[in-house]
């Protein structure tokens, strides 16, 4: 067989006759470790069957813990908590207020995304929602029943401030500020009073959300610095009639989803699709402003 060559069973390859002892062993080892060889769906069927046994026993300890604990056979103990933590429930002013057109309120952005297409709230709007703008001292009874010792609620800015800005002064004259809705701050006059009689702590964000709409129609919304100017203008006007009751405060609820759903995904109000996927919006810029 000197000088002859011959197929390679690994391939399409050949072999020296002259070498084909030494070559073969090489075969044979390289086969052992091929998939689909016999050796390695064996060890392969094996790894499969103590995963899967594994797992059984697993499952099967959890449900003896779970069956166990129900039994009360166990009994776990948790750590206190301390003794000023506040137990308590969060809302947002669109979700549940309602009342869109009452009150003096202003359109929000939500008010016009809603409305723009069934697809964006599963064809539902803030409308009436859970009828809270006239509920809310039904609702506060709610709450004490059920034992909440605080209530995190958002204010809605257009119901504050209907076009978004004031010519903020304070002093001389608080009930004719130019453009300040006072049926807006009467309504969380009185859930904030209704509060603090039940014994309930209010918590008070500031933004959740729903931007009015003529500021995003006027510039943009929070894609444009003058919104810095306008927010901090609205939030003095809610410190002003609030801050003496209320202690707690917080500015913006989950910047990161306004800017990204809202700026760049274009999946939630007001609905702007970000420049890197062929819109205008500017993420960056407005998580900048939230900054500021």
């Keep these: 067989m000197t000088g002859e060559r011959i197929e390679d069973p690994r391939g399409s390859s050949l072999l020296d006759s002259r070498n084909f002892d030494s070559q073969m062993k090489s075969v044979e080892a390289t086969a052992l470790i091929r998939p689909g060889n016999q050796i ?7 790894c499969i069957e103590c995963c899967f046994l594994t797992a059984l026993v697993g499952v099967g300890l959890i449900i003896h813990a779970v069956v166990s604990i129900l039994r009360e056979d166990v009994h776990i103990t948790l750590p206190a908590l301390p003794s000023d933590f506040i137990w308590g429930a969060a ?3 669109f979700q549940i207020e309602g009342g869109t057109s009452e009150g003096g309120r202003g359109p929000s952005i939500w008010d016009i995304w809603c409305k723009a297409s069934e697809q964006n709230c599963n064809g539902e709007n803030g409308e ?28 809605s800015w257009s119901r504050i401030l ?7 002064s304070t002093g001389g004259d608080d009930k004719n500020i130019n453009g300040v809705n006072y049926a ?3 309504f969380y006059n009185n859930l904030i009073d209704e509060l603090l009689d039940s014994n309930i702590v209010p918590f008070v964000t500031l933004y959740h959300w729903d931007l009015p709409q003529s500021l995003q129609e006027k510039y943009g919304g929070w894609e444009d610095r003058a919104i810095i100017d306008d927010f901090a203008n609205y939030a003095r006007i809610c410190f002003h009639f609030f801050n003496d009751r209320v202690k707690y405060w917080i500015t913006i609820n989950e910047a990161w989803t306004v800017a990204i759903h809202g700026y760049e995904e274009a999946s939630k109000a007001p609905g702007v699709l970000g420049k890197d996927v062929g819109g205008s919006g500017d993420p960056y810029l407005v998580g900048n402003h939230f900054v500021f």
């Design 184 to 186: 807006g701050i009467q």
């Design 91 to 93: 809302t947002s002013s």
């Design 162 to 168: 209907p076009k978004g800005k004031v010519e903020y």
């Design 40 to 46: 390695h769906r064996e060890e392969g069927r094996r």
């Design 128 to 155: 009436v929602a859970d009828d809270h703008y006239h509920r809310w001292k039904e609702d506060v009874k709610l709450m004490k029943a059920i034992g909440l010792k605080a209530y995190r609620f958002s204010i």
